[in-house]
């Protein structure tokens, strides 16, 4: 039932964010409807669980993880863009296989998501605490590539 209530602020919040109505009646229905709908068949699915709404994250998701990812996530795009406008493409397209530290799925699924997200990157597999990532460019080795950010959501794991 927690899980059920915070879905519901959440895909409140996320409609009156993204629609900018607050006045028309009409509107506000259609978005109380629309709300309903998506509500009961996240329900019916079973999908409203701790996986599909995290509420236990709280808002520091989106307070310290998501502005620090949406930095690397522009530094990878200026690193990808300088490797394909080169003339010649140094290209050291490996992969490589991390270990996740974190304590639930949860956690190794957001891992692996913003290493998706990542330009260049892009998490093939994951198996248990390991996780196969494709890079176009990876130099790094296994500390590298997933130190800073597996520790940022650990911290967000850990502060539960």
Not at 41 to 57: F, Y
Not at 92 to 102: A, G, V
Not at 104 to 114: D, Q
Request: hydrophobic content about 45%; proline content about 3%; overall charge neutral.
């Amino acid at each position: 039932m927690r899980y059920a209530f915070w879905l519901t602020v959440a895909l409140i919040a996320t409609w009156l964010v993204w629609s900018g109505h607050f006045d028309t009646p009409f509107l506000l229905g259609l978005g109380a409807l629309s709300v309903l709908v998506s509500l009961y068949v996240s329900l019916r699915m079973k999908i409203v669980d701790e996986e599909g709404a995290p509420a236990q994250l709280g808002i520091r998701p989106f307070v310290f993880y998501a502005p620090w990812l949406a930095k690397e996530i522009v530094e990878s795009n200026l690193a990808v863009a300088k490797i394909i406008l080169s003339r010649k493409m140094k290209l050291k397209r490996n992969m490589i296989t991390i270990r996740s530290h974190q304590k639930c799925e949860l956690g190794r699924v957001i891992l692996a998501n913003s290493i998706t997200l990542t330009p260049g990157t892009v998490s093939v597999q994951m198996e248990g605490e390991k996780i196969l990532i494709h890079g176009l460019n990876l130099e790094e080795t296994e500390e590298d590539m997933s130190g800073e950010m597996d520790e940022r959501i650990c911290r967000l794991e850990k502060s539960k």
